[in-house]
């Protein structure tokens, strides 16, 4: 079994005294999609802010454990070096796009700035790789978008840009906080296609975290199960369909079965 | 009612906003005392000698005529809060009427017209213009107040406008014009009961600026006629201070900042208290 | 085996409906839309975000003026009702909109929302009317000690019940339900719905339900209408059009939802976008995204034509607008 590329182990997060995320341990492998279900409130996005380091500079907040990206220890890094950490080696696509992007930049000048900064290319190399992840991610006129704005895009397109940007450092892991909840369904198939593909290809580790039952039995490769901040289940999205080790795993997938078509 | 005890349990939990609620209930308690007859009625009674000092007959002296300072800056308290209630509250029923109708009708040419008229008000120098209304109805016992009414209203309408906006867009006033209900009715019924945060606090904050502006326009001679102010005291001051007498200066100038204190204090507290975003669920 | 259909009690004709753009072209945001409703029949109109849905329930509410085409209520034309028709109309169609956080209005109590449609329309005494305010709250599952309760106080489900009960308490014959269970958690989704059936069951209310969401029409609706860039592209009875689905893009639809059942097939994503310009140059309004575009989708928009199915039948009542069922 090859090293996981993120590993976190008995990752807590505390609001005061209260757990919200409970001694969390998993394993997140090169190239895999690992979802990350559960219902709101359950601590998957609090799970994904102490990973990148972003949980609310509160005197309340407070996380312990280990999260080992590689070699290097994430607990333990200042506010700087998870900085050079975050956007480069772990990226983040959240639900709402408008919130990442800066609407006085058209959106080639954002998507060229990634490679610019990250990868340190020039100004015509990188318009020209902008081009090119564009047209990775589905995009059919990638120059025509590129000397458009935010505002001018689609929802489904916007998510589309954003997901161009993550990946355009070739990020190590990718953490994907329901990127499609709030776009049409056929949208969220092209986003989530798009996305895991690209994962594949650049051997980025994804974690996928979503309500839908339905996204992680199409695009997940393991699933792991929240609820109320402890860790249910850790299954091959096989299994965890066919034999749901928890109870409650096994409403959820029946509730998600009666809504379907 | 439940949203304004709600506001109230809020603001007690607010020093400073109680401190400044405190202040101001004082010197409304003395307004009223004015107004009833027990206090500071003999303002006007120039039984002493010239600048007297502080002392036991008077206990913050005299001004150049003889006149005890202190019932004059208990006085002006009543003529402080004349001014401020009557400009605070029609500048803001002013400016809340025209600014909901501006954003009810938004991007037509009602809004169009409320909105320039606005602009006008805004780009003239604001104590010149007020001066020159007051000059050109000098005389005219209200004279004054109109002239701060015509230029106050114009930030509430700004600030109505934008929330009216807002909420024009909202499921329940959708809902509200499905059913057929008049423009007039929901914005008297849905509308502009969901403002009330913005009025309370820019009602405060003409009830300053009335004050402050009074205190101006005394100095030019435009404002209070007939009467005392501490606009008035601090007019008179000028010369006295020149010759040494600071007890004009002092009292007026000292009452002023207390009562403004509490003003500001009292209207950052209320912002607070009922910014809707704060609002606990 | 033909059925002869009964009066309708909603029919929309041929309604376009056009928005002035920004200085250029008009946005023509409906085309030519027309579908029926019996009284009692619940009416799923789906589609994804900009297909129109939500244009369509305001010129039903006649909360927008119609570019051409007739609505007509009860047999009579909704546009050019006169005062005392317009009241009667707007009592008997009603509305329930998405987000149960602004449906009602912050400062009134449940119990004065409740009442003001009752004022409006003049209906009942007070005592009357604190009967049928009971019925209505108790008939949407909620106790009556919410009554005089704020908005604030209430969960996002409760809410929304309360805006059904508004809806309901004035005893209409048509609720137009735009998204009214999108922005609530599965479960609530679900008693909702059920809600809806109940209440149709007894006080033979008709839905006009709208919706992005086919997994919750499927449970509801009597009959589908599909929306795309404005106009209906295939309708007909549920069952009938979720087996048999006839239009390319009721089928891309179906395919992109992606099922709770890893054995199933994966979603397949639709390639391209919704067109910028919704007056398109020619030819049918999907043909640039459509798997099986040929000459004549390029050229002239398809007109309604019934459906065959696998058995040879066709039923009026499964229509679509595509050129592939024209040949």
Not at chain 2, 2 to 24: E, P, Q
Request: glycine residues 8%; positive net charge.
């Amino acid at each position: 079994m090859k090293n996981p590329a993120l590993s976190v182990r008995d990752l807590s997060v505390f609001i005061g005294d209260q757990a919200v995320v409970d001694r969390v341990s998993f394993d997140l492998y090169e190239g895999e999609v690992l979802a990350l279900v559960g219902e709101s409130g359950c601590g998957k996005t609090k799970t994904a802010e102490a990973i990148m380091g972003l949980l609310a500079r509160d005197v309340k907040n407070r996380r312990t454990g280990s999260i080992r990206l590689g070699e290097q220890e994430l607990m333990s890094m200042g506010e700087a070096e998870m900085r050079r950490i975050r956007g480069r080696e772990i990226s983040m696509v959240f639900q709402e796009p408008m919130t990442a992007l800066d609407p006085v930049f058209s959106n080639g000048q954002q998507l060229a700035q990634q490679f610019r900064r990250h990868r340190g290319q020039s100004r015509s190399q990188a318009r020209d790789s902008a081009a090119e992840m564009l047209t990775r991610v589905g995009i059919q006129d990638p120059e025509r978008i590129m000397r458009s704005y935010p505002h001018q895009l689609s929802g489904g397109l916007r998510q589309r840009l954003i997901v161009a940007m993550a990946m355009a450092c070739r990020p190590r892991v990718l953490i994907a906080d329901e990127p499609t909840t709030a776009l049409d369904v056929t949208t969220q198939a092209q986003v989530l296609e798009q996305m895991t593909k690209l994962g594949r290809e650049i051997g980025t580790a994804i974690l996928l975290i979503t309500h839908d039952l339905g996204v992680v039995a199409q695009y997940g490769d393991r699933a792991l199960i929240m609820r109320r901040g402890k860790l249910l289940e850790n299954q091959p999205v096989k299994d965890l369909f066919a034999k749901p080790e928890n109870p409650y795993t096994g409403s959820l997938i029946a509730a998600a079965r009666e809504l379907s078509t | 009612m439940m949203a304004m005890a709600r506001t109230f349990s809020r603001l007690r939990k607010d020093r400073s906003g109680l401190a400044g609620l405190s202040i101001v209930a004082l010197f409304f308690l003395a307004a009223i005392a004015v107004w009833a007859g027990w206090l500071g009625q003999d303002w006007s009674a120039a039984d002493g000698a010239r600048w007297e000092g502080p002392g036991a007959a008077h206990w913050f002296g005299t001004n150049v005529l003889g006149q005890d300072i202190f019932e004059r800056a208990v006085y002006s308290v009543r003529t402080a809060f004349e001014i401020g209630l009557v400009v605070a509250l029609l500048s803001t029923v002013l400016g809340a009427v025209l600014g909901a109708v501006a954003g009810w009708r938004g991007d037509t040419w009602v809004d169009g017209a409320i909105t320039w008229l606005k602009g006008v008000l805004d780009a003239i120098p604001f104590y010149l213009f007020v001066a020159a209304v007051a000059f050109a109805l000098r005389g005219a016992p209200w004279a004054m107040h109109l002239a701060m009414v015509a230029t106050f209203w114009t930030t509430t309408a700004r600030l109505v406008r934008a929330e009216v906006l807002k909420i024009r867009s909202l499921d329940y006033v959708r809902s509200a014009r499905a059913i057929g209900l008049p423009g007039v009715v929901i914005l008297a019924r849905h509308v502009l009961p969901n403002t009330t945060h913005i009025l309370l606090v820019q009602g405060t904050i003409a009830f300053v600026a009335a004050i402050k502006t009074e205190v101006v326009l005394s100095f030019l001679g435009l404002g209070v006629q007939d009467g005392v102010s501490w606009g008035l005291m601090l007019a008179e001051s000028t010369q006295e201070v020149l010759a040494g007498h600071f007890g004009n200066f002092i009292a007026a100038s000292g009452m002023l900042f207390l009562l403004l204190l509490g003003l500001n204090l009292l209207a950052d507290a209320m912002q607070d208290a009922l910014d809707p975003k704060q609002a606990a669920l | 085996m033909k059925t002869q259909r009964p009066t309708p009690l909603l029919n929309v004709s041929e309604i376009s409906l056009s928005y002035a753009g920004r200085g250029k072209q008009p946005f023509e945001a409906v085309r030519q839309v027309s579908f029926d409703l019996l009284p009692g029949e619940i009416l799923g109109l789906v589609g994804e975000s900009g297909a129109g849905k939500s244009t369509v329930a305001s010129a039903v509410l006649r909360l927008q003026p119609l570019t051409s085409g007739k609505i007509s209520f009860r047999g009579k034309d909704i546009a050019n009702a006169r005062s005392a028709d317009s009241r009667d109309l707007r009592r008997r169609i009603q509305a329930v909109f998405q987000d149960p956080y602004s449906a009602l209005s912050p400062r009134r109590t449940v119990r004065q929302s409740l009442v003001e449609p009752l004022d409006h329309f003049r209906m009942g005494d007070r005592d009357r009317r604190d009967a049928m305010i009971a019925k209505t709250i108790e008939s949407v599952g909620l106790d009556t000690a919410l009554l005089e309760r704020l908005p604030n106080e209430l969960s996002g489900g409760q809410r929304q019940r309360v805006a059904l009960a508004r809806a309901l308490v004035c005893e209409p014959d048509l609720v137009v339900a735009d998204e009214p269970v999108s922005s609530l958690d599965v479960p609530t989704q679900k008693r909702i719905t059920d809600l809806i059936l109940e209440l149709r069951e007894s006080l033979g209310i008709a839905f006009l339900f709208i919706s992005h969401d086919i997994g919750v029409v499927r449970r509801l609706a009597d009959s589908m209408a599909v929306m795309y860039a404005g106009r209906i592209v295939e309708t007909g009875p549920t069952d009938r059009l979720l087996r048999h689905p006839a239009h390319p893009y009721t089928q891309a639809l179906l395919q992109a939802v992606p099922v709770a059942d890893p054995a199933q097939p994966a979603p397949r994503a639709l390639d391209g976008e919704v067109p910028a310009v919704l007056t398109p140059a020619s030819g049918c309004v999907f043909h640039t995204r459509c798997s099986e575009a040929f000459a004549a989708c390029r050229e002239r928009e398809p007109a309604e034509v019934p459906v065959t199915d696998e058995h040879g039948t066709t039923s009026r009542h499964h229509r679509t607008r595509c050129h592939l069922w024209n040949r």
